[in-house]
């Protein structure tokens, strides 16, 4: 059973160019969560999807961020105009029991996103 | 808002010694905390779960307690060894339980 998969592994964008990351979740799961990673800072949770919807989006800035997990493929994560503060690694999660009686969340490898 | 704090930034300790990390929060009640490990470069990998209602939890040589009545949990590896040398992290479930809020974490070193 194959692991969270995240891709690409490192990505450098120049500013003001788009960057798409992309989170395969593990078989089975149907709930995706994006957390970001700044140096010298712990995670932060940024927004958390289940097939075709958004449930909760309130850690991800309003502007230049959006995320979608369509019915077939990955879920991505898409940063349009791209600036330096967004240099950070990025991490997906996935579970396939969220809330209720307790729920584990597995991560992938994350993303390291370099902004020039 | 709900805040989760952990100790120490780092923590060194001599291999075969217990290591003792904790995790404070505040403005909550959760359910339950979780811990993971995050090695350099790589995703925090989950270790333990604890509910409000268990005190304790062991798995291997860890164990995990949870005071409901302090806010806090402690994260306890006995006889540690260098391979333990990475950042453990806690986490809530936040109120709306729809993601997991991280501490900042505490790096441990073990020194053989």
């Known amino acids: 059973n194959a692991g969270v998969m995240q891709n690409p592994r490192h990505l450098v964008r120049r500013r003001g160019q788009e960057a798409r990351l992309r989170c395969s979740p593990m078989k089975g799961h149907s709930h995706v969560y994006w957390y970001r990673q700044l140096p010298e800072e712990g995670l932060k949770f940024m927004v958390y999807?289940?097939?075709?919807?958004?449930?909760?989006e309130s850690g991800m800035p309003k502007e230049r961020f959006s995320a979608e997990f369509p019915k077939e493929g990955p879920s991505i994560l898409r940063i349009q105009q791209v600036v330096r503060g967004d240099s950070a690694a990025y991490f997906c999660?996935?579970?396939?029991?969220?809330?209720?009686?307790?729920?584990?969340?597995?991560f992938g490898p994350g993303t390291r996103l370099l902004v020039l | 808002s709900q805040k989760i704090e952990q100790n120490s930034e780092a923590l060194n300790i001599q291999e075969g010694k217990t290591a003792t990390l904790t995790c404070n929060y505040t403005?909550?009640?959760?359910?339950?905390l979780q811990w993971y490990r995050q090695d350099p470069g790589r995703g925090p990998v989950f270790l333990l779960l604890i509910r409000e209602n268990e005190k304790e939890k062991r798995k291997e040589r860890l164990k995990v307690t949870f005071d409901t009545t302090l806010k806090q949990s402690l994260f306890h590896i006995t006889a540690s060894q260098p391979a333990d040398s990475a950042t453990y992290l806690c986490?809530?479930?936040?109120?709306?339980?729809?993601?997991?809020?991280f501490g900042k974490g505490t790096t441990l070193s073990v020194s053989s």
């Open positions: 986490a809530l479930l936040n109120q709306a339980g729809t993601a997991l809020i």
């Open positions: 999807l289940q097939k075709e919807n958004i449930i909760d």
């Open positions: 403005n909550y009640s959760p359910a339950y």
């Open positions: 999660a996935s579970s396939s029991n969220p809330g209720g009686d307790g729920e584990t969340q597995y």
